[in-house]
């Protein structure tokens, strides 16, 4: 289960890059709706972070939770706010799911 929740923490961690990026495309009221959402979604990730960290060591949970943020965020950008893609850009994000299986398979 902790697995699951560390998981979904690291969902909202794309969906607050996800807003933020948003909130940079607004204007007015609609970029202070697209912060909120930011500010929620950070919360929340921090929240179910902290929760999955009380079962999982720290150090796994962290860095599971960074990878998918940062894998996620890459690929939001590339296919919603259509940022270059490259091989080596590729190649990189790539490794970096390895290197989060790689964390799962050898944690308790």
């Known amino acids: 289960m902790n697995w699951f929740i560390?998981?979904?923490a690291g969902l909202s961690?794309?969906?607050?890059?996800?807003?933020l990026g948003k909130?940079?495309?607004t204007i007015?009221?609609?970029?202070?709706?697209?912060?909120a959402g930011f500010l929620g979604f950070l919360i929340l990730s921090m929240a179910l972070l902290i929760k999955a960290t009380n079962q999982l060591p720290i150090?796994?949970?962290?860095?599971?939770w960074t990878g998918i943020g940062?894998?996620?965020t890459v690929?939001?950008?590339?296919?919603v706010f259509k940022e270059p893609t490259s091989f080596w850009r590729i190649f990189f994000i790539t490794t970096l799911i390895a290197s989060i299986i790689g964390l799962?398979?050898?944690s308790n």
Request: net charge negative; aromatic share 18%.
């Open 6 to 8: 560390l998981i979904i």
């Open 13 to 19: 961690e794309v969906a607050f890059a996800f807003c």
């Open 23 to 25: 909130a940079k495309e």
């Open 28 to 35: 007015g009221n609609e970029s202070i709706y697209w912060y």
């Open 59 to 64: 150090g796994t949970a962290y860095a599971v």
């Open 70 to 72: 940062a894998v996620g």
């Open 75 to 79: 690929l939001l950008g590339i296919f």
């Open 104 to 106: 799962k398979m050898v």
